[in-house]
């Protein structure tokens, strides 16, 4: 028997990503030096304060054994205070919060928790891989909300999207999944969307899973990203993730968390009760050190997100490519250019490694309605973004295909 041959194997289509990270390796043995926004991995280093507090807590032997699936009490208790101090949100350390080994691991393993065959998930396209199919390994029937992400009127069009899918779905959907700021999109909402969504999904029955990973990584000081747990009524069907992973720059640390309805937060808990004893007890007590401790590093981490965006959009509007400017997270969502949208995101995204020498994520990726985009990751210094944008205007300029 083949793999091929299993049913959860079967249901996921080939990962578009596989094809452009095996040109860019082979480049890179070729000898080339290849400017990689592909992936969302931050290139900064953790704050020092965090590093110093993991080095003094792993010299330990006493935690060098099993941690707690639920995470450690000092953790949740930082989460809390987090949410407090953020959002004006109070929640229970012990029943609202469940920490997750990485956004992706928690919001997995709630789908097992919470999914029968034949269940239909909401979820918005292009999306995050994880939010469609983590519920699709789980045995869910999936329906797309497909929003334009520039639409003037984005509640109404959402709404009215959201609206159609229950009326229309058999059985009635189980859950809606949220992300904003959104990746791949860079797509943000303000307190009145949620208060929408909140109010239908209420009235309808439907829980709402929302992934806040991106929450610190916004450029209006004025509108920072709110959460849906901010809704009077939101705690009775939503669940939200969260993540230290670009925040702090500790994404190979692995650290998330889940908090809200106590009844999705307790049936998270006990299916990772049956499958990990949670993250590293010294990489949890340096995240509680992160929350805990001085912001600045945030602010830092913020401002550079934001110096690369300016100087990203900048030099390829230079290059003659247009690209909306993204009001949150890390990465530029990019519509292919006219005269090479013929090729698609995929075959323009290995157009752009093989001729301009600079690695992007095609929108295909991200579901059907990502395709005429690109993703870009701010995740290059600014010297490697200027090369990078004089390579494409190079490639724009002299490419066969205009």
Same mark, same amino acid.
């Given at each position: 028997?083949?793999?091929?041959?299993?049913?959860?194997?079967?249901?996921l289509?080939?990962?578009?990503f596989?094809?452009?990270?095996?040109?860019?390796?082979?480049?890179?043995?070729?000898?080339?030096?290849?400017?990689?926004?592909g992936?969302?991995?931050?290139?900064?280093?953790?704050?020092?304060?965090?590093?110093?507090?993991?080095?003094?807590v792993?010299?330990?032997?006493?935690?060098h054994?099993?941690s707690?699936?639920?995470?450690?009490?000092?953790?949740?208790?930082?989460?809390?205070?987090?949410?407090?101090?953020?959002f004006? !949100?109070?929640?229970?350390?012990?029943?609202?919060? &469940? *920490?997750?080994?990485?956004? @992706?691991? $928690? %919001?997995a393993? #709630?789908?097992?928790?919470?999914?029968?065959?034949?269940?239909?998930?909401?979820?918005?396209?292009?999306?995050?891989?994880?939010?469609?199919?983590?519920?699709?390994?789980?045995?869910?029937?999936?329906?797309?909300?497909?929003?334009?992400?520039?639409?003037?009127?984005?509640?109404?069009?959402?709404?009215?999207?959201?609206?159609?899918?229950?009326?229309?779905?058999?059985?009635?959907?189980?859950?809606?999944?949220?992300?904003?700021?959104?990746?791949?999109?860079?797509? !943000?909402?303000?307190?009145?969307?949620?208060?929408? &969504? *909140?109010?239908?999904?209420r @009235?309808? $029955? %439907?829980?709402i #899973?929302?992934?806040?990973?991106?929450?610190?990584i916004?450029?209006d000081d004025?509108?920072?990203?709110?959460?849906?747990?901010?809704?009077?009524?939101?705690?009775?069907?939503a669940?939200?993730?969260?993540?230290?992973?670009?925040?702090?720059?500790?994404?190979?640390?692995?650290?998330?968390?889940?908090?809200?309805?106590?009844?999705?937060?307790?049936?998270?808990?006990?299916?990772?009760?049956?499958?990990?004893?949670?993250?590293f007890t010294?990489?949890?007590v340096?995240?509680?050190?992160?929350?805990?401790?001085?912001?600045?590093?945030?602010?830092?981490?913020?401002?550079?997100?934001?110096?690369?965006?300016?100087?990203?959009?900048?030099?390829?509007?230079q290059?003659?490519?247009?690209?909306?400017?993204?009001?949150?997270?890390?990465?530029?969502?990019?519509?292919?250019?006219?005269?090479?949208?013929?090729?698609?995101?995929?075959?323009?995204?290995?157009?752009?490694?093989?001729?301009?020498?600079?690695?992007?994520?095609?929108?295909?990726?991200?579901?059907?309605?990502?395709?005429?985009?690109?993703?870009?990751?701010?995740?290059?210094?600014?010297?490697?973004?200027?090369?990078a944008?004089?390579?494409?205007?190079?490639y724009?300029?002299?490419?066969?295909?205009?």
């Amino acid at each position: 028997m083949h793999y091929e041959e299993f049913h959860r194997i079967k249901r996921l289509q080939p990962y578009v990503f596989a094809e452009v990270n095996r040109l860019k390796l082979a480049a890179r043995h070729r000898g080339a030096d290849i400017i990689d926004f592909g992936m969302g991995n931050p290139d900064s280093p953790m704050p020092p304060h965090v590093v110093e507090k993991m080095i003094e807590v792993i010299s330990d032997p006493k935690t060098h054994g099993y941690s707690v699936s639920k995470g450690i009490k000092g953790l949740r208790r930082a989460q809390v205070a987090y949410y407090q101090r953020r959002f004006g !949100v109070s929640l229970d350390e012990d029943q609202d919060v &469940v *920490v997750t080994i990485g956004s @992706k691991e $928690g %919001i997995a393993n #709630l789908a097992q928790a919470m999914t029968s065959p034949g269940d239909i998930i909401l979820v918005p396209s292009p999306s995050y891989p994880i939010h469609p199919y983590g519920f699709m390994i789980a045995g869910a029937a999936l329906r797309y909300l497909v929003v334009p992400f520039d639409s003037p009127s984005y509640t109404d069009v959402f709404m009215d999207q959201l609206s159609r899918a229950v009326q229309f779905s058999v059985p009635k959907p189980l859950l809606l999944v949220l992300s904003y700021p959104c990746n791949p999109t860079a797509q !943000v909402v303000d307190l009145d969307f949620y208060k929408e &969504v *909140v109010a239908f999904c209420r @009235k309808h $029955g %439907i829980y709402i #899973l929302s992934d806040l990973a991106y929450a610190e990584i916004y450029f209006d000081d004025n509108n920072p990203p709110p959460s849906v747990l901010q809704v009077e009524g939101a705690m009775d069907i939503a669940i939200e993730f969260t993540s230290m992973s670009k925040t702090y720059s500790m994404a190979g640390c692995r650290i998330g968390f889940a908090v809200g309805n106590r009844h999705l937060i307790a049936s998270l808990a006990r299916i990772k009760s049956y499958v990990d004893y949670g993250a590293f007890t010294p990489i949890q007590v340096a995240a509680a050190t992160a929350l805990n401790g001085p912001q600045d590093c945030v602010t830092q981490i913020r401002a550079l997100y934001k110096e690369r965006r300016d100087v990203l959009l900048s030099g390829l509007k230079q290059a003659g490519w247009d690209v909306p400017v993204p009001e949150a997270s890390m990465f530029a969502w990019a519509p292919i250019p006219e005269s090479h949208r013929h090729l698609g995101s995929v075959a323009f995204a290995k157009d752009l490694l093989e001729h301009a020498e600079v690695a992007v994520a095609p929108g295909l990726g991200f579901g059907e309605h990502g395709e005429g985009y690109v993703r870009i990751g701010l995740v290059e210094n600014v010297h490697r973004i200027r090369q990078a944008t004089r390579n494409i205007k190079q490639y724009l300029k002299q490419s066969p295909n205009l």
